[in-house]
């Protein structure tokens, strides 16, 4: 059975940080890109941050409203992607979800149940 469990979402005051994990069992990580998404109350699910599956080194990716505010990594031992989120702003606040996604075969992919991140004063 594949489980991916998110951790650390919480109530920050603006300018703060949170650092999101997600734990995955179930797949063999090292062979899933994985990404981080958010979905704020009435808008779309967007992609925040994504880190390829590695094999020589991990890409990473970023939305540009993130970018030198977060960052992606993973630890394949652990099985378990983390999101570091710094200088938060209020229109951070969203649900954050992290997907597992094989990175051959991209139809074969799996969501967390989401962890919520509220930034407010």
């Known amino acids: 059975q594949v489980r991916l469990v998110e951790f650390g979402g919480g109530l920050v005051q603006p300018g703060g940080s949170l650092r999101l994990s997600c734990a995955a069992s179930?797949?063999?990580?090292?062979?899933?890109?994985m990404d981080w998404y958010r979905q704020a109350p009435g808008k779309q699910r967007e992609l925040v941050a994504g880190?390829?599956?590695?094999?020589?080194?991990?890409?990473?990716r970023y939305v540009d409203s993130v970018k030198g505010r977060f960052t992606i990594s993973r630890d394949n031992a652990k099985n378990t992607v983390y999101l570091q989120m710094n200088s938060l702003k209020p229109d951070d606040t969203a649900v954050y979800y992290c997907?597992?996604?094989?990175?051959?075969?991209?139809?074969?992919?799996?969501w967390g149940q989401g962890t919520q991140v509220t930034v407010s004063s």
């Open positions: 997907n597992a996604r094989h990175r051959i075969s991209d139809s074969v992919s799996y």
């Open positions: 179930g797949i063999v990580f090292s062979l899933y890109d």
């Open positions: 880190i390829s599956s590695g094999g020589g080194g991990s890409s990473v």
